[in-house]
């Protein structure tokens, strides 16, 4: 199963199976956390305190205090995998 990895902190993407992007270090279920649960979606470069989950349970901001583009992610995140898989 391919999917598409998406970091919320630069943009990166990448298509790789979940074997294929935890080897490679990004943070990501299945490997990595849960399918539809709020968790930091990084690339190997990124750090986890600018991702949304840490906004939402280190910093306590409430939803309506986020940008467009963290409730995209909350949205993709609450949607997976279907929102990031991949047709072979």
């Known amino acids: 199963m391919k999917l598409k990895h998406i970091c919320e902190v630069c943009g990166r993407a ?3 199976t979940p074997e294929e992007a935890y ?3 990004w943070d990501y279920p299945p490997k990595m956390g849960m399918f539809g ?3 930091q979606r990084t690339c190997p470069e990124c750090p986890i305190n600018r991702t949304v989950w840490w906004k ?3 910093e306590h901001r409430d939803l ?3 940008s467009n583009d963290d409730k995209a992610t909350i949205e993709r995140i609450l ?3 279907e ?3 991949v047709d072979e």
């Open 23 to 25: 080897r490679a270090g």
């Open 14 to 16: 990448e298509i790789l």
């Open 79 to 81: 949607h997976e995998p």
């Open 37 to 39: 649960v709020v968790s």
């Open 56 to 58: 939402l349970t280190v």
């Open 64 to 66: 309506s205090a986020l």
């Open 83 to 85: 929102s990031i898989l």
